[in-house]
Every structure is written in C-alpha cells, then in structure tokens.
T-cell receptor, first 113, second 110 residues
Framework: DAMVIQNPRYQVTQFGKPVTLSCSQT?????MYWYQQKSSQAPKLLFH???????NEADTPDNFQSRRPNTSFCFLDIRSPGLGDAAMYLC????????????FGDGTRLSIL | DAKTTQPNSMESNEEEPVHLPCNHS???????IHWYRQLPSQGPEYVIH???SNVNNRMASLAIAEDRKSSTLILHRATLRDAAVYYC???????????FGAGTRLTVKP
C-alpha cells in the first residue's frame, strides 16, 4: 500500500498560471519534505515542515510556497510558474530524528506550456 | 553542513558484488549515513543507514570506516533491477534536513 501519495502524477500548466501539487501520507510522520528534481540531477530540497514549523531552504525562490493544513497533507504552490520550473516534484516524510529513513512518493512531473 | 562525494558512475556485471564508495570527510560525530537509490521514473527508495557500526539488511550492507570519513554500500549480488542512481546522504542530529549529493549511477551488465 502506498504510504506517501502524490497527486497528480503528471501536471501541465501554462506559463504564469498558479499550480498546486499535493502530497498525503498514511504514516503519521511529523516531518514532510518537498524536493525539486530536474532531468539528470539529484533531488534538491526546497523546504520541509516539522509538524507545523516551516523550514525554507535559503535558495528556494519566493515563487514556491507550501502549506500543511494537518499531519497527513502537504501542498506545494507555485505562484507564477516559469519554464525553468518544469521538473519532477518529490514529497517525502520521515519520523522525528536523524536516524529515521525518508519515505518518498513517486513524484509529480510538472510541465509548463 | 557536511558534504558527501561519490563517483559519478560505476559498472557491474550481473550476479557480482558491487561496492559503492562515499566520502564524507567532514562528518560530525552525530551524523547518520543514509543510502537511497532511485530507479528511473520513481521516487528515491531507502536502502540502509548507520552511525558507526556496519549494518546489514535484506537489500544491502553498509560498511563504515573506523574514522567515519567514508562508507561503502555493498550489494552482494547485483541484478539488473539494481541499476539505479545511488545517493549517500548525511543526516544531522536534531536537524531534519536531508540534502542529496550528485549520486552514483550504477549500470549492471548482463
């Protein structure tokens, strides 16, 4: 059974049109992450939540926002997508502590027209 | 933050062991060493992690140098399904950051 679910698997939006990607988890983990992965590159951490505490990476563009209304759900909002934002977006969760493994969803591939 | 260094690519023959190295010379005493792999068109998958002692699980073994400045992921018998990008990551105590390095692309030849 999938434990970290990302919807949709594929998303197409227009240049400048806001888009929201969603992630849900059944693990009751208190940490949730969003990564951006461009072709042939490693995943790049955008931000993460520890419970409701939001932690933004210093180089994450302001165009990217996130919401976590409850433990199970986390959203990635891209306010004005540019062509350079086309990528795979990965959601992950982990329990508290640096010795806990991450569980990833299969990602949402975002295309910008 | 401590960084990891891995070879860009490695090749192996099917059913032979594979040793994937990772250098983390600036590791601190409380950093855990994690390994993940990513198959094409999938999210990364947890493989193994450890702190000081060598670790074994059903997927792989992790050998950690005594000074902890390097580690090696060991796949005992590579299969074609093990072809993936393997990432070595350090996680920091009391910090939930998990940042990926460039990883090693493993090719398995039949």
């Amino acid at each position: 059974d999938a434990m970290v679910i990302q919807n949709p698997r594929y998303q197409v939006t227009q240049f400048g049109k806001p888009v929201t990607l969603s992630c849900s988890q059944t693990l009751n983990h208190n940490v949730m992450y969003w990564y951006q992965q461009k072709s042939s590159q490693a995943p790049k951490l955008l931000f993460h939540y520890y419970d409701k505490d939001f932690n933004n990476e210093a180089d994450t563009p302001d165009n990217f926002q996130s919401r976590r209304p409850n433990t199970s759900f986390c959203f990635l909002d891209i306010r004005s997508p540019g062509l350079g934002d086309a990528a795979m977006y990965l959601c992950a969760t982990t329990g508290d502590g640096s010795n806990q493994p991450q569980h990833f969803g299969d990602g949402t591939r975002l295309s910008i027209l | 933050d401590a960084k990891t260094t891995q070879p860009n690519s490695m090749e192996s023959n099917e059913e032979e062991p594979v040793h994937l190295p990772c250098n983390h010379s600036t590791i601190s005493g409380t950093d855990y060493i994690h390994w993940y792999r990513q198959l094409p068109s999938q999210g990364p998958e947890y493989v193994i992690h450890g702190l000081t002692s060598n670790v074994n699980n059903r997927m792989a073994s992790l050998a950690i140098a005594e000074d902890r400045k390097s580690s090696t992921l060991i796949l005992h018998r590579a299969t074609l399904r093990d072809a993936a990008v393997y990432y070595c990551i350090l996680s920091f105590q009391n910090n939930n950051d998990m940042r990926f390095g460039a990883g090693t692309r493993l090719t398995v030849k039949p």
